[in-house]
């Protein structure tokens, strides 16, 4: 007859949040707040993302010129700070940002555009691009921010709380805020919307009302949470 474990002895605790293979590719979440990636190769992630690992690998954070000049040009001219790092070599890596809950996507010859703020880890074979959205520049300290990722393979996300996904039809746009907005699909191009006479502005951070407004075929993803100014740098 078997005997069974105390009620929350260390031999129990250990067996409930022990790690587990789940077999689900490169990225595989342990749980919603922490990412499993099986590595092979190299990923690229958000500095400081790493929480643990196994085996031989090696962490370096990216060189200036390491995605081209035209990306460092816009570093310094936007100051904006998507800074990376990469995991090199054989083993699991281990990631996090500050207990945010982690969604996996993967692109089949895609492309999805996120916030800085909450790109997590991409696969080497995603290519990415900083985008600026001009016309927000001075309504929202620093602007509007994000990255353009596409191509195929496996890329990691973060929001705070429970992402809500919002279709976007050419008969129904979709209007957010965007201290609240944390992606949406490659083919959507938003437009940035001003009206100073609704009485309850949206977004902090502004000093007017701001919202972004989505027009066409796709999705939105919101979070039922504001990141102030889009503050995106890492380092």
């Known amino acids: 007859?078997?005997?069974?474990?105390?009620?929350?002895?260390i031999e129990e605790?250990?067996?409930?949040?022990?790690?587990?293979?789940?077999?689900e590719g490169k990225f595989e979440l342990e749980h919603d707040r922490m990412l499993e990636v099986n590595l092979d190769g190299l990923i690229w992630m958000k500095m400081g993302a790493m929480?643990?690992?196994?085996?031989?690998?090696?962490?370096?954070?990216e060189g200036m010129l390491e995605?081209?000049?035209?990306?460092l040009v816009k570093k310094a001219v936007t100051g904006e700070g998507v800074t990376l790092s990469k995991a090199e070599g054989r083993g699991k890596v281990y990631l996090a940002d500050g207990g945010k809950k982690i969604s996996i996507?993967?692109?089949?010859?895609?492309?999805i555009y996120v916030n800085g703020n909450d790109l997590l880890a991409f696969e080497e074979s995603i290519n990415w691009d900083i985008r600026i959205m001009k016309k927000v520049a001075g309504m929202i300290a620093g602007g509007l921010f994000n990255v353009k990722l596409e191509g195929t393979g496996m890329v990691a996300i973060t929001t705070h709380y429970d992402p809500l996904t919002l279709k976007v039809s050419h008969d129904m746009p979709v209007y957010t805020d965007p201290n609240a907005t944390v992606a949406w699909s490659g083919k959507l191009k938003p437009d940035i919307r001003?009206?100073?006479?609704l009485k309850t502005f949206v977004g902090r951070s502004s000093g007017e009302s701001i919202q972004m407004a989505f027009r066409g075929e796709g999705f939105v993803v919101v979070q039922p949470y504001e990141e102030l100014a889009y503050a995106m740098n890492t380092a």
Do not use: I, W
């Open 67 to 71: 995605h081209g000049l035209g990306k």
């Open 13 to 23: 605790f250990v067996k409930n949040t022990g790690q587990k293979d789940l077999g």
């Open 194 to 197: 001003t009206d100073v006479s």
């Open 105 to 111: 996507l993967n692109l089949d010859n895609e492309s």
């Open 1 to 9: 007859m078997m005997t069974a474990m105390p009620k929350y002895s």
């Open 51 to 61: 929480v643990a690992y196994l085996g031989d690998v090696k962490f370096t954070r």
